[in-house]
């Protein structure tokens, strides 16, 4: 019996032992774990007061992540008030697995088996730690709460009130001088800004916008001032600190934020500045090569001088818009969802609402390349008749004789029919046809009409003597003999004054070579009826004859 108790003691003892070995396994198994955990894992830092960094938290605590158990501390040591704080309420306590540091009835941190693995501390020795680092920090965020050399402080904010108010008076005095130099320098700088006769802005109003900008800069620089002094002032006293930092880094932070975009964008400034540098002097070229051809001293066959400010426009455009493809991705906001919305919105406005003015815009193309007219040209368009005083993309405007402005849109000029009166009169020297057509009776020898009408085409001022004019007997109706007149003009912006002075000279010379001109259904009774012809033509001795009555007495 003793024998068989000495083995259960035995293997009792060997349980007991095998026990423990495995349990140091799993604990070392676990240590190694965390150790390989801690050192790859980033500690969180605690801040205490004044933002001072007091330790790092590497390891979790039950459903809180490191991170947030290093917000959680720092917060609820900031919650102490500095100026109530005594170290005996600072106290750590045990509870089961872990130490609590607490302050009062606030528990501040707990400390497990967990943070100490990689400090080499105990769990004690750590929690000493967190408090007495605690306990420091606020013993230091107190000390700055006990006012300390406040005469000396004083004169410190006293003499930063006297900077600023020097600094106002000098602004003030900047400011007023730099009006009256401005004012004795008005005559000399500033000019009226006028183009075409109209004067945009008058030097009062420039100098009136110059005051008015001196104006703003001065209250800009005056809250600049008044915004820099008051963070001074702050940071004289330790418990005003918080404010001072808190307001430079306000203004600083958001004018660094300004400047590092700026910087940032600097490449893209660059590369929007040569793109163009460049295209301004590409245009240039294109320009200088389209002025050469306009002024005939480059000659390309099938390419008309006067084809050359049109088709520089053209390419002008276009290199343009190629422009500003290249550069609108390097805008600031160019990619945002609102500046592509208001792209699409102004694209299907135009598209809506410009159909007309394309449409016009192009046949204003067309007609520039077909040529049929040019700027003084005298041109009949539909039943409009004038002299072309400006052809643009849009619209032609004619000038009648009447001094009548009509304006036609492009699109109804390269509908319909045009006739231009002066291309052979400027361009080949030929002239003008103008021609008339007078109807005669059969009595009148057709030779005698040519004579009579070809003497007062001659008489004619602004016709041509050569080429000779010409009569073309154009019908032979039932009642007359329609005669045409032609004659050659190089005078086509003259046509209603010619032919006014040929109708009078025609009347004048078939006067003179006793030819009546009749109505066509017109019935001449010869006897007793005075003749058609005006009284300072005829005979000073004419009488108009007497009726003849022949009768005839019958045998039976």
Same mark, same amino acid.
């Given at each position: 019996?003793?024998?068989?108790?000495?083995?259960?003691?035995?293997?009792?003892? @060997?349980?007991?032992?095998?026990?423990?070995? !495995?349990?140091?396994?799993?604990?070392?198994?676990?240590?190694?774990?965390?150790?390989?955990?801690?050192?790859? %894992?980033?500690?969180?830092?605690?801040?205490?007061?004044?933002?001072?960094?007091?330790?790092?938290?590497?390891?979790?605590?039950?459903?809180?992540?490191?991170?947030?158990?290093?917000?959680?501390?720092?917060?609820?040591?900031?919650?102490?008030?500095?100026?109530?704080?005594?170290?005996?309420?600072?106290?750590?306590?045990?509870?089961?697995?872990?130490?609590?540091?607490?302050?009062?009835?606030?528990?501040?941190?707990?400390?497990?088996?967990?943070?100490?693995?990689? %400090?080499?501390?105990?769990?004690?020795?750590?929690?000493?730690?967190?408090?007495?680092?605690?306990?420091?920090?606020?013993?230091?965020?107190?000390?700055?709460?006990?006012?300390?050399?406040?005469?000396?402080?004083?004169?410190?904010?006293?003499?930063?009130?006297?900077?600023?108010?020097?600094?106002?008076?000098?602004?003030?005095?900047?400011?007023?001088?730099?009006?009256?130099?401005? =004012?004795?320098?008005?005559?000399?700088?500033?000019?009226?800004?006028?183009?075409?006769?109209?004067?945009?802005? +008058?030097?009062?109003?420039?100098?009136?916008?110059?005051?008015?900008?001196?104006?703003?800069?001065?209250?800009?620089?005056?809250?600049?001032?008044?915004?820099?002094?008051?963070?001074?002032?702050?940071?004289?006293?330790?418990?005003?600190?918080?404010?001072?930092?808190?307001?430079?880094?306000?203004?600083?932070? %958001?004018?660094?934020?300004?400047?590092?975009?700026?910087?940032?964008?600097?490449?893209?400034?660059?590369?929007?500045?040569?793109?163009?540098?460049?295209?301004?002097?590409?245009?240039?070229?294109?320009?200088?090569?389209?002025?050469?051809?306009?002024?005939?001293?480059?000659?390309?066959?099938?390419?008309?001088?006067?084809?050359?400010?049109?088709?520089?426009?053209?390419?002008?455009?276009?290199?343009?818009?190629?422009?500003?493809?290249?550069?609108?991705?390097?805008?600031?906001?160019?990619?945002?969802?609102?500046?592509?919305?208001?792209?699409?919105?102004?694209?299907?406005?135009?598209?809506?609402?410009?159909?007309?003015?394309?449409?016009?815009?192009?046949?204003?193309?067309?007609?520039?390349?077909?040529?049929?007219?040019?700027?003084?040209?005298?041109?009949?368009?539909?039943?409009?008749?004038?002299?072309?005083?400006?052809?643009?993309?849009?619209?032609?405007?004619?000038?009648?004789?009447?001094?009548?402005?009509?304006? !036609?849109?492009?699109?109804?000029?390269?509908?319909?029919?045009?006739?231009?009166?002066?291309?052979?009169?400027?361009?080949?020297?030929?002239? @003008?046809?103008?021609?008339?057509?007078? +109807?005669?009776?059969?009595?009148?020898?057709?030779?005698?009409?040519?004579?009579?009408?070809? =003497?007062?085409?001659?008489?004619?001022?602004?016709?041509?003597?050569?080429?000779?004019?010409?009569?073309?007997?154009?019908?032979?109706?039932?009642?007359?003999?329609?005669?045409?007149?032609?004659?050659?003009?190089?005078?086509?912006?003259?046509?209603?004054?010619?032919? %006014?002075?040929?109708?009078?000279?025609?009347?004048?010379?078939?006067?003179?070579?006793?030819?009546?001109?009749?109505?066509?259904?017109?019935?001449?009774?010869?006897?007793?009826?005075?003749?058609?012809?005006?009284?300072?033509?005829?005979?000073?001795?004419?009488?108009?004859?007497?009726?003849?009555?022949?009768?005839?007495?019958?045998?039976?």
């Amino acid at each position: 019996m003793h024998f068989l108790f000495s083995k259960l003691a035995i293997l009792s003892l @060997l349980f007991l032992c095998l026990q423990h070995e !495995i349990l140091n396994a799993q604990d070392l198994k676990e240590n190694t774990i965390n150790n390989s955990t801690v050192l790859s %894992s980033q500690g969180f830092p605690v801040i205490g007061k004044a933002n001072e960094e007091l330790f790092s938290i590497y390891q979790k605590s039950g459903d809180l992540s490191a991170a947030e158990r290093a917000s959680i501390i720092s917060e609820r040591i900031q919650r102490i008030d500095a100026n109530t704080f005594s170290k005996d309420s600072l106290q750590i306590l045990k509870d089961q697995e872990r130490l609590e540091v607490i302050y009062g009835s606030q528990i501040l941190l707990n400390i497990t088996n967990l943070d100490t693995i990689g %400090s080499k501390k105990s769990k004690q020795e750590l929690a000493n730690f967190y408090a007495e680092v605690i306990s420091a920090n606020l013993d230091i965020a107190e000390s700055k709460y006990i006012p300390k050399n406040v005469f000396l402080k004083i004169g410190f904010v006293a003499l930063i009130l006297l900077g600023l108010w020097l600094a106002l008076k000098l602004i003030a005095f900047v400011n007023k001088r730099s009006i009256r130099f401005i =004012e004795s320098k008005k005559d000399k700088w500033l000019k009226s800004l006028t183009y075409n006769n109209y004067t945009f802005i +008058t030097p009062e109003q420039e100098l009136n916008v110059i005051l008015f900008i001196l104006k703003i800069l001065k209250w800009f620089l005056i809250l600049l001032v008044v915004y820099i002094f008051f963070p001074l002032i702050f940071s004289v006293f330790e418990f005003t600190q918080g404010w001072s930092n808190y307001l430079f880094d306000l203004i600083f932070s %958001s004018f660094g934020q300004i400047f590092t975009a700026i910087w940032h964008y600097f490449p893209n400034i660059i590369k929007i500045a040569a793109i163009i540098i460049v295209m301004r002097y590409f245009v240039k070229a294109v320009k200088y090569i389209f002025a050469e051809i306009e002024d005939e001293k480059l000659q390309i066959s099938g390419f008309h001088p006067d084809w050359a400010m049109p088709t520089f426009t053209i390419i002008r455009f276009l290199l343009y818009a190629f422009m500003f493809v290249l550069i609108f991705p390097l805008l600031p906001g160019s990619d945002s969802t609102i500046f592509k919305g208001v792209s699409v919105f102004l694209g299907v406005l135009l598209s809506l609402g410009s159909s007309s003015a394309i449409a016009n815009m192009v046949a204003g193309l067309v007609i520039t390349y077909m040529r049929p007219f040019k700027i003084g040209d005298r041109i009949n368009i539909g039943n409009t008749t004038g002299n072309v005083i400006e052809k643009t993309l849009l619209v032609t405007r004619l000038k009648t004789i009447k001094n009548e402005e009509i304006t !036609i849109p492009n699109s109804a000029v390269l509908s319909g029919n045009t006739v231009n009166y002066s291309t052979f009169t400027k361009e080949r020297g030929e002239g @003008l046809i103008i021609n008339t057509t007078v +109807t005669l009776g059969y009595d009148i020898p057709y030779k005698t009409v040519y004579a009579a009408l070809i =003497e007062a085409a001659l008489r004619t001022n602004l016709i041509e003597k050569q080429p000779k004019p010409f009569v073309l007997q154009t019908s032979l109706d039932d009642f007359y003999v329609s005669y045409q007149l032609n004659a050659y003009t190089k005078h086509a912006n003259k046509q209603a004054l010619i032919y %006014s002075d040929l109708h009078q000279n025609i009347q004048d010379c078939c006067n003179e070579m006793d030819i009546e001109i009749l109505s066509p259904h017109y019935r001449a009774q010869r006897d007793g009826n005075m003749t058609t012809i005006p009284k300072d033509y005829l005979p000073k001795d004419y009488e108009a004859p007497s009726f003849n009555v022949k009768t005839r007495k019958s045998e039976d």
